[in-house]
């Protein structure tokens, strides 16, 4: 199954039993950016009865994973909307969804089902990017061996970026493994593919 990045933020509403459920997700780069988006999303809907929420941030090779109830019965609502993130096979993303309470007690099933089903509908129309854990590698050479050395490159890796000095050049690609002998291992991260 293709790994996916929302492309930005997006938003859904739904009603369940007079209960409103607002899901707000968006891509997050990091888990500081996934809290932050938390707390963006939490202080612009201040008013609601709960702002329960979830990330998957795949960060420096792992992906971390965490999630919050926020105030309803525990299990309720933080998993359910992981899960979602998960089912979906969302990485790089955080969701909050936001309830206004109708009047009438859902239970713990209901809250589950209601949680999981707003995260799922915020998720499905978003824009996504595919991508692929890959690693990242610098190579270093002499600006003679530089065409050689980017046509092999060019035809298995993803370039990232490249720098020219006097006589020397830097390449940054990313790859599964190392492609050029005197490459050297910098991080692991999300590619995009196509």
Known sequence: MEMRIPKAAYRSKINIKR?????TASRTDSVEEAKEFIRKVSKEFSDATHNCWAYRVYENG???EHSSDAGEPSGTAGIPILNAIKSLNFYNTAVVVTRYFGGV???AKGLREAYSESAKSVLEIA???KVKPMNVYKVNDHIS???KIKSILSKSAVLISEKFFEDK???LYASDTPIVKNSSFLYSTLVQIK
């Open 62 to 64: 792992a992906v971390v």
């Open 105 to 107: 007690k859902l239970g």
């Open 127 to 129: 824009d996504y990017i």
């Open 169 to 171: 050049f830097e390449i």
């Open 145 to 147: 061996n530089y065409g």
């Open 19 to 23: 209960s409103i459920f607002v899901a």
